[in-house]
């Protein structure tokens, strides 16, 4: 961890305690949510859901009698970024620091353009007689979702890595289209599994779509928490690297309580039905 002292040096010394006192504070808010209401793990990944997405049953997965804590179009962002986050992770781009090649970019961008297009023609079948270019589907929602995590999380892990490490490398992220064509083809299982909603998979998904959420939130708080305290390129270990992402993660929930505060007071407030 970033907690370092000097009995000879007073600003070292109030460096030092600065930094276990932000471990607490950190550390007290992730246990606040784990450690209180709702009690059981679908209500808790529900609310982490309340605080990203409209959370629609008629756009939204379901499984055993349970809809999913995630509409099917943020339902396959968070677990394509989950996807790739882990792909990367696996096949040793730990510290990687750049972007994909600009051919690969381009293909990330084309999935991102891909969900935008899908979500406008979604979003105007919202409104009675508005012309639209075709039906949507939930499974159609769920795919480019993924598409986008994947996407997201191919710009958003070197992005991290460049911030947190000092020895961070300049290996893209993506390597080529073979590793890309790997990712897709994981996701495409998991975009099967979802479909299929299978009684067994309710709590699996749940628990990994809202993982998807919180890495995804954590690691850009993470960056901004580096780039506020001047610390980018800082960590050259895991132990140095656990304040910064411990506090990029707390400030992840306290993100998603007071988001969820505000929607429970504007909704109410308006009538809405969410």
């Known amino acids: 961890m970033i907690i370092t002292t000097n009995n000879d040096n007073p600003r070292s010394i109030a460096r030092g305690w600065l930094s276990w006192l932000l471990l607490i504070v950190s550390l007290l808010i992730v246990g606040a949510f784990l450690f209180s209401p709702p009690w059981t793990?679908?209500?808790?990944?529900?609310?982490v859901g309340y605080a990203i997405c409209h959370q629609i049953p008629e756009r939204s997965f379901h499984i055993a009698g349970h809809q999913l804590p995630l509409c099917a179009r943020c339902s396959g962002t968070f677990l394509g970024a989950l996807v790739g986050f882990t792909v990367m992770t696996v096949r040793g781009r730990r510290r990687a620091g750049s972007l994909p090649s600009a051919f690969i970019t381009v293909i990330?961008?084309?999935?991102?353009?891909?969900?935008g297009i899908d979500g406008i023609n979604s979003y105007l079948t919202l409104f009675p007689d508005m012309p639209h270019l075709y039906q949507p589907q939930n499974?159609?929602?769920?795919?480019?979702?993924?598409?986008?995590?994947?996407?997201?999380?191919?710009i958003v892990y070197p992005v991290?890595?460049?911030?947190?490490?000092?020895?961070?490398?300049?290996?893209?992220?993506?390597?080529?289209?073979?590793?890309?064509?790997?990712?897709?083809a994981i996701s495409g299982i998991v975009a099967v599994l979802v479909v299929l909603q299978l009684p067994p998979l309710l709590y699996p998904l749940a628990i990994l779509s809202t993982l998807g959420?919180?890495?995804?939130?954590a690691a850009l708080n993470t960056?901004?928490?580096?780039?506020?305290?001047?610390r980018e390129h800082y960590a050259a270990t895991?132990?140095?690297?656990?304040?910064?992402?411990?506090?990029?993660?707390?400030?992840?929930?306290?993100?998603?309580?007071?988001?969820?505060?505000?929607r429970t007071v504007a909704t109410r407030a308006a009538g809405l039905p969410f």
Not at 223 to 230: F, H, K, P, Q
């Open 41 to 47: 793990m679908l209500g808790k990944t529900h609310l």
């Open 160 to 184: 991290f890595n460049y911030s947190l490490w000092r020895d961070a490398t300049d290996t893209p992220s993506v390597k080529g289209l073979k590793e890309l064509g790997l990712m897709l």
């Open 213 to 217: 959420v919180l890495l995804m939130l």
């Open 108 to 115: 990330l961008v084309c999935f991102i353009g891909l969900m």
């Open 238 to 262: 895991w132990q140095q690297a656990v304040l910064p992402m411990i506090v990029g993660l707390a400030a992840a929930f306290l993100e998603i309580g007071a988001i969820d505060v505000l």
């Open 223 to 230: 960056v901004i928490v580096l780039a506020v305290t001047g």
């Open 139 to 154: 499974w159609l929602r769920l795919t480019t979702g993924i598409l986008n995590g994947l996407a997201l999380s191919a």
